[in-house]
């Protein structure tokens, strides 16, 4: 149940690339049940892929390889792999059928460079011989290699419906590995240190995990075991006394995100949304029209980046800015309930605030926004004072804007500070 | 002038966290005119931390090692560094003093896992003695290794301030490395193939890369020689000479983004920009406002979502919506002149789309996006159809909005198609 992850590609040991394939094939794998020893990245290099090559056949039972499987002469995966592990290169009918199939649909020529894709190390195996995604597999020594395309929708196609299914059904003993991630917000790491705290002792053979995601903190609950039904039920019961815990701090579990989670609370509650964004610019806007289908609850919004246009779109009381100023109680106050009543929406949400480098003071220093919430009569307000660049600010206060929302919904109070 | 990269951590390894720590600094290194080999990543493993080590002591002239510094008990390094290269832990008094004062300013009490940072391997010495951020370097069998912690800030801070400036310090005879970088919007792979073949022959020693990053393509221009004005004079003809062919798809050189070359030309001819948004959903506001001081020149958007939304803020003629729908050309005219007329802006850019996965036609499949844009008594707008999900339709969408207040003010055509 070991395995390790080769990527290759001059493109990722200069820094160039970000490596998305090793990660995304080592979270796969990982998710089930599997464990990645380690993750190799080297350039087009005859010697640096084949020493990693020969290292990994070596000491794991399987090994993913991603990159250089292309037509152009920095492609030479399929090259190394015949020298390191002797296996001669020979032409692979299938592969060429399909190659030339390809190029004649596309009206591309058949040259030399397309052509050497087909030559494949004696004893590999097409993975998907019907799909264009190509990729091969071999034996040796008893370890399954995958050597896949550096493209990562290709990659990512081929390891999750060919190579994570074949590498598991090696391991039918594999005992099962079951994650749950719960995401809070609002709550810093010395309270989850103390929720850690509280449960020792009556957690058996959990595993916990903690992952600052700035600005959300994401904890995991796993549990390794024979059985799905006891391995559920045990995940189940140490969820419960988490969520007893810290319920309201949660905000999603799994793979959601807050913009999905509060666009289901309105959907489910039937309420429409509106925004007044000033320091986050457009952010909460772009976050909550990320989710398909955001279009029956979101109406619409309005970036008030200067005092005119927030007078001019959201009627704000010119004597409100001069006397309060642009950044405060009374200004986010009246943006909430302005965009409520012009785009005509059940809720009117507002963000108003000190995004930096400049503009601090200091009675209002950098990182200083209110949020405000508009719900029938009502409008609530309330100032926070978040730490960082003008990116983590507006990253922070779009946060806590639309975790205003799903605290409004579900009746928590809001978040005092953070 | 070879080094290599190891992240130490289970987070990298289980592809629970993306390695941006490897991706930093080999992007550094390698801006820098110096290679790396290999990038290594392994979990909390003696036995795999040791081999890597030992490994790249093997193969390297230096190593950089980030995570497992901390004080926890997964924090590793410091044991395993001692056990592979046989430098037993001593305390250093430096450093103990450095977490004591650090302790006493946090009021946090000593205990012995804060100490457990003092005990360093024999012969290591503290990077950064004054700052907070911690790490240390060793010399072992001529090979420079870096130890630095796995927080991205501080790792980040340590590789620029400390470990560049010295391990370039030890290479004073290392070939200088020059790159340009190109950042072009609205060619394709193909159109930008064309490009290298025209100037094939013309080149001499400059190596070319092409990176697609989705939706701009970047091609970088890269010499190596030994003195600065040969390199500069060389990479200069060739860029004007690239510039020539497709000057005006170049968007931005280095590390500038598309939202800071239009706020830089609104500042420069002294115009202010408004952005009425319904696809994008506020992604163009929020970009605009992610540049430092775009205040002065971004004076506000509306996210009109709604049909209904575009006539109130707007003042769309709900009978251009009837006859024409809400993707239209005579609907993004009108949205664009009516942002500018309420904001009262010099240009008023605006975007209205199916980002999809619903709300597709046969006339008007999912990627149909009309941009349009009201300047002075004009008005222009132009109707593109772009592939890809819903947020490759946004972000695209987003880009060519850009682009087109970019080439207005350049005086460059609008796109017609990408």
Wanted: charged fraction near 25%; hydrophobic fraction near 35%.
């Amino acid at each position: 149940m070991y395995g390790e992850i080769i990527t290759i590609g001059n493109e990722l040991s200069s820094g160039r690339t970000l490596d998305l394939n090793s990660w995304y094939a080592a979270g796969r794998l990982t998710a089930s049940g599997l464990k990645v020893t380690r993750i190799t990245s080297v350039g087009d290099d005859h010697k640096m892929v084949s020493d990693a090559l020969k290292r990994a056949v070596e000491a794991s039972r399987f090994v993913i390889v991603t990159g250089g499987l292309g037509s152009t002469d920095d492609d030479i995966t399929n090259e190394i792999v015949a020298q390191a592990l002797n296996r001669p290169l020979c032409l692979d009918q299938q592969m060429l059928d399909q190659i030339e199939d390809h190029a004649r649909v596309r009206r591309i020529k058949i040259t030399s460079s397309l052509e050497k894709m087909a030559w494949m190390p004696q004893g590999s195996r097409m993975l998907n011989p019907e799909g264009t995604a190509c990729g091969f597999s071999l034996i040796e020594k008893e370890v399954h290699l995958y050597f896949l395309p550096g493209v990562p929708d290709q990659m990512r196609y081929l390891m999750d419906k060919i190579v994570l299914p074949e590498i598991l059904s090696h391991y039918k003993t594999l005992p099962i590995m079951r994650q749950r991630i719960l995401k809070l917000y609002g709550l810093n790491e010395p309270g989850i240190a103390e929720i850690f705290k509280k449960i020792q002792g009556k957690t058996g053979n959990i595993v916990f995990g903690f992952y600052p995601r700035f600005p959300e903190n994401h904890i995991t609950i796993s549990l390794r075991g024979q059985d799905e039904p006891t391995v559920t039920k045990e995940l189940d019961r140490v969820e419960r006394e988490v969520r007893r815990l810290v319920g309201s701090y949660i905000f999603a579990a799994g793979d959601q995100n807050m913009e999905e989670v509060v666009g289901h609370l309105l959907l489910e509650k039937n309420l429409s949304l509106s925004v007044a964004e000033s320091c986050t610019g457009g952010l909460i806007g772009h976050r909550l029209t990320s989710v398909p289908g955001s279009s029956s609850y979101f109406h619409g919004g309005v970036v008030v980046y200067s005092n005119q246009s927030k007078i001019d779109l959201l009627r704000v009381d010119p004597r409100t800015l001069e006397t309060h100023g642009a950044v405060s109680e009374k200004t986010v106050e009246e943006m909430a309930r302005g965009v409520k009543d012009r785009i005509k929406t059940d809720l009117g949400l507002a963000v108003t605030g000190i995004a930096g480098p400049d503009g601090g003071t200091r009675q209002k220093p950098v990182g200083t926004v209110h949020v405000g919430l508009a719900a029938q009569d009502k409008v609530f307000s309330r100032e926070y004072r978040f730490w960082g660049n003008r990116v983590q600010v507006k990253l922070n206060s779009s946060m806590m804007a639309l975790d205003w929302v799903r605290r409004y919904i579900n009746g928590n109070p809001f978040l005092s500070g953070i």
